[in-house]
């Protein structure tokens, strides 16, 4: 659908979605797929995108320590991604390059892997659905043989995954595109005005109305949110990634740190600082990435890099995932999570119909909005 938006005349939609990253794309697609008339207004080139610059992993182990309901949602999405990418793939020709074979966690000592198998042994034992091994390092070795003997071992899950971010996201476009949607970039939204239950949305090129907006804009949102009567109060973590060179096949699981793509390159990881909007990078993280990765797999002391970038994760406070409509203005919904890649597939399929007018998930109890103001 073309719209011209040089006029500054105004555009009607059923729902704007903010963002056309991980969350908002995803979002959109469900709810282009139900038929709602949909646009999505996106930011600059210069914005910031985790959805552009993350590490790919479909993850559920470890997560829901304190918060089982996580763990739940998280596998629930991994248990829908399989059909989710096959349903890209079947509307659009692109594989997100989805593989579930587990993923792993690898731990350098004993401490690590007793504190790892503890924190899973109780997740497992309030829902026991959520499996998982211990796996030493005669078990780990097995299964990768490539790993280092010098390692004290490995946390395994089934239900962790990995995909290609970029082509789901180029996917989740397409398949948008493909259903009616709209897609505006290089549009930001500047300001929502609640206006006799609708929505009137200033953009940089001009205005939209809709009964209904969704606030997907990563750590924008935090702007956003009060506009419609709610409360953001998230914080970027930078992390680092390095990628290599291809490389022959060597590694068939995603582990935390180190993961081949199906390509061949290898992406290394897993760093958290808390350095306000800088998305640099830093020779001390980067050599520690380095150090740990070479540590897991010995044969990557001989790999070029030749690709390395920082990006901010959006945080809450407590980590958790944020699906919330106001109060106070009933038909803006508020949408915030750090794991976009592992949540895309529910994104689509269960946050979209709920936005559409279904009931509100029970799954979704916790992650109100409103704990984040007690
Ligand atoms: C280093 C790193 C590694 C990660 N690894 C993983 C992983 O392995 N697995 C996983 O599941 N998740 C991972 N994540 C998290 C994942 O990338 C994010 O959860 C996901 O990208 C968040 O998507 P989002 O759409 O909320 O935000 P973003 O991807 O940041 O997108 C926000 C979008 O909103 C747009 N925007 C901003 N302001 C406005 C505005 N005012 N109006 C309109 N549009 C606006 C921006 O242009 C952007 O496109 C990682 C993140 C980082 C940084």
Redesign the pocket.
Known sequence: MHVDLAHNTCRHFDIVV???????MAIAYGLARAGQRVAV????DS?????????????VQGKGGRCLPYAQWSRESSERWSAFAAQLKRETGIDAGFERPGGIELCETAEQLEAGRQLLESIHAQDASLDYEVLDIDALKARVPSASDKLAGALYSPHDGHAS?LYTLRAMQQAFASHGGTYLPH????EIRPRAGRFEID?THGPLEAGRVVL?????NK??APMVGMNAPITPL????MVTERLAPFLDYPTLVVRQTREGSVLL?DSAEQVGFDDGQTRAVMADIARRARTAFPALAHARIVRAWG????MTPDGLPVYEESAAHPGAFL?????????AAAHADIIAPWIAGGARPAILHPFVATRLSN
């Open positions: 903010a963002g056309g990253g991980l969350v908002g207004c996106d930011g600059a914005a910031h995108r985790a959805a552009r610059g993350n590490f790919g992993l479909v993850w971010p549009n930001e939204v500047r953009t997907a804009a990563g750590l924008d702007r956003l930078r992390g680092q990634i990881g990006a901010l994760r959006i949408a915030i999570c750090h794991s976009g890649v592992t949540l």
